[in-house]
């Protein structure tokens, strides 16, 4: 009896995916000069015809894998258990000390000198921008109807930005964990009950 081969939708949806991963973990680990569609290609185990049939360029490759990326932790963060602020404030950091946060630098870097990337790059960032700190208000469990919370939130944010730059040449640990105790009991002062 010969074996069932999983239909055709669902391969090409795993091979997608499987593009969208490779492309991730090539920005992260050779930044844009040395992530090409045929690096993602071998590295995801398909040929370069079949990368293009699914990203018909290099911009659109790399932008659908950021998206994707930020999407599934997205989709993590969401699934989080409740937690108290200092838990929430060291999963938020979190995100951008992995390998999605070197991916977006990578992609962001690149943004900045190509003119046909920069306006899908920056409207992307804003679109994640907005649903990270959507789920920062719901995980801290902040109203922001309070005066200065939506602030301290975006601050948040834009802190734990800062703590994945000053980890992406040296691993900043020992001084993050330090960092995000302070800005843990900062965030439960600022909140209130």
């Known amino acids: 009896m010969a074996a069932l081969t999983p239909p055709k939708q669902d391969r090409s949806r795993a091979t997608r995916r499987g593009l969208l991963e490779a492309a991730v973990s090539c920005l992260a680990e050779h930044g844009w000069a040395g992530s090409t569609v045929s690096v993602v290609a071998e590295r995801a185990g398909v040929s370069r015809g079949a990368a293009q049939h ?34 929430v404030v060291a999963a938020l950091v979190d995100l951008y000390t992995g390998p999605l946060f070197r991916a977006a630098l990578q992609l962001w870097v690149a943004a900045s000198n190509e003119a046909q990337l920069r306006p899908r790059v920056t409207e992307l960032e804003a679109r994640v921008g907005r ?12 109203d922001e ?18 703590l ?23 965030i439960e002062d600022a909140l209130g009950g």
């Open 54 to 87: 699914h990203f018909p360029t290099r911009e659109d490759l790399f932008t659908a894998a950021v998206e994707y990326v930020a999407e599934e932790r997205s989709a993590a963060l969401r699934a989080l258990p409740d937690q108290d602020r200092a838990q």
């Open 131 to 142: 649903e990270t700190h959507r789920i920062a208000v719901g995980l801290l469990r902040a």
């Open 164 to 186: 994945g730059l000053a980890n992406v040449l040296t691993d900043d640990t020992a001084r993050r964990r330090r960092v995000v105790a302070q800005w843990a009991a900062m």
């Open 145 to 162: 109807d309070r005066p200065g919370v939506r602030e301290t939130v975006q601050g948040l944010l834009d802190m734990a930005r800062g």
